[in-house]
């Protein structure tokens, strides 16, 4: 175990602070297999219930097969293990800030979705550094895969409290977005996250974000909108935004990045 990079030193205001966090209240655990109308309807309204009240939650029987998610770990690993100049050639920088991205021939011509694969190897300063800061992902959804080590911890709505998300085997995670926090004005909520790490372990997570096309216009749905419950944001277009999202990571100690909240109907 080397240095740490000095990019992954937090200011002193947002390093983790380790102590025993009494597991009061976890993440919604919602189980998708249904057999009848009412199961559904049942799975739909914790899915709702989760997404106020968290906007995240874990799924299970989601029908994704276990082999298939056992290869991509692999792949991914394999990867990660490579020497450094081989995984350099795809770093990101500021002219390429998705790194290595397949456009798949063509395939998803206006689809701008895509999967990242989080390697975070062992920190010989856990206490000073986060494997990533905290953020709220940009998108519409996003379903997470996680390995069994653990470290992702949410931002509870109501205090903003760091809850830590429990791995649970074959599950996957799924978040709420910017663009659905801002279609159900308000009412679905993005939560920031953050992920610690920790000495002993290497971990591997893959988030898949499901974007909007770049010409999407985001704004609160017509129908939930009238008197009583006025817009609370602007328009603004999703391509823009997630690029000027991607830029300014690049320049985050100087500049903090384009937030949801920018958009605010009352500012
Ligand atoms: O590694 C994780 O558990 C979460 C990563 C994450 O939040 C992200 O890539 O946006
Ligand atoms: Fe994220």
């Not at 799975?43 to 298939?68: D, T, Y």
Request: charged share 30%; with cysteine; hydrophobic share 35%.
């Amino acid at each position: 175990m080397g240095e740490i990079d000095p990019a992954f030193i937090q200011e002193t205001e947002y390093r983790p602070v380790f102590k025993t966090i009494e597991a009061d209240e976890e993440i919604p655990l919602i189980d998708l297999s249904v057999s009848t109308p009412s199961d559904t309807k049942e799975v739909v309204s914790k899915i709702g219930e989760a997404s106020k009240k968290w906007g995240f939650f874990q799924v299970i029987n989601h029908g994704v097969p276990l082999e298939l998610r056992q290869k991509i770990e692999k792949v991914a690993k394999e990867f990660f293990d490579q020497p450094m100049e081989e995984k350099r050639k795809v770093k990101r920088d500021e002219l390429h800030p998705m790194g290595y991205h397949d456009g798949l021939n063509g395939y998803f011509k206006d689809q701008i979705s895509f999967a990242r694969f989080n390697h975070y190897p062992p920190c010989p300063a856990p206490h000073l550094a986060l494997g990533v800061g905290r953020h709220k992902d940009g998108g519409a959804l996003t379903i997470l895969s996680q390995d069994d080590v653990g470290g992702l911890q949410i931002g509870r709505r109501s205090d903003g409290e760091w809850i830590p998300v429990k791995p649970i085997p074959d599950a996957f995670i799924i978040n709420i977005g910017n663009c659905m926090q801002v279609w159900s004005n308000d009412l679905y909520w993005s939560a920031e996250h953050r992920v610690v790490v920790n000495s002993q372990r290497e971990r591997l997570s893959i988030p898949f974000f499901f974007f909007p096309s770049h010409y999407v216009d985001i704004k609160p749905l017509d129908e939930l909108i009238n008197e009583q419950n006025p817009a609370k944001y602007k328009e603004f277009n999703w391509g823009k935004f997630f690029a000027s999202r991607n830029r300014s990571d690049y320049k985050k100690r100087e500049r903090e990045n384009i937030q949801i909240d920018h958009f605010k109907a009352s500012e």
